[in-house]
């Protein structure tokens, strides 16, 4: 698949940290498809997908996450990621699902170190405690050489990844190509392409 139909395919996906489950089903169909592909999850909860035999030498890695907000009480939200308070005010946030929740940030009510922090909201009450929230935003745009999208931050390295693995995979390579984790002392998700290095010229 080439890589502007897989950063179609991955960015329409909803993710937030630690509601990452839309993204890995769907490296998991390309695992499934490809019968050079193989998967397995680390004790970290790190997805790995390894193609072909042999041990990598280069590794690439992305996490499957988002920044978003996540419903902790009463009208009121915690920030995950790299999203500073004060420019959520009077944003219009969604909940995942085909029927989505629009509540709207009102005020900060506390601010995190750079970023993060706790926000009020309008339009949440009968949310559950937990539920993620992303920014409403238009669906995937790719024009003049841009790509618009509510997660760009880190569904294009995924969407990257497998391009390389379908290119990879088209050329019959015979190396291999592995998604490993970059942080073991992280939970958040995360996924990459590793291949060996030969002496022959790279695909």
Not at 58 to 87: F, K, M, Q, S, W
């Amino acid at each position: 698949m080439p890589l502007e139909a897989r950063l179609r395919e991955i960015l329409s996906l909803p993710t937030a940290p630690f509601n990452e489950s839309a993204v890995h089903a769907r490296i998991r169909e390309a695992v499934r498809s490809n019968p050079r592909l193989r998967d397995r999850v680390d004790g970290h909860g790190n997805l790995e997908v390894v193609y072909g035999m042999g041990r990598p030498s280069l590794i690439y890695a992305c996490h499957t996450d988002h920044p978003a907000l996540r419903i902790d009480g009463p009208n009121t939200a915690v920030i995950e990621g790299g999203i500073r308070a004060d420019a959520l005010v009077g944003a219009r946030l969604a909940t995942f699902g085909d029927d989505p929740v629009h509540p709207e940030v009102t005020r900060v009510i506390e601010r995190g170190e750079g970023s993060g922090g706790r926000v009020r909201l309008k339009g949440a009450t009968k949310l559950k405690k937990g539920t993620p929230l992303v920014l409403d935003l238009p669906p995937v745009s790719i024009a003049a050489g841009k790509v618009r999208a509510r997660a760009i931050d880190d569904g294009c390295a995924v969407a990257a990844c497998l391009a390389v693995i379908d290119t990879l995979t088209k050329r019959r390579w015979a190396g291999t190509c592995s998604r490993e984790p970059r942080r073991l002392d992280s939970p958040a998700r995360s996924a990459g392409c590793a291949r060996r290095a030969t002496p022959s010229r790279p695909p």
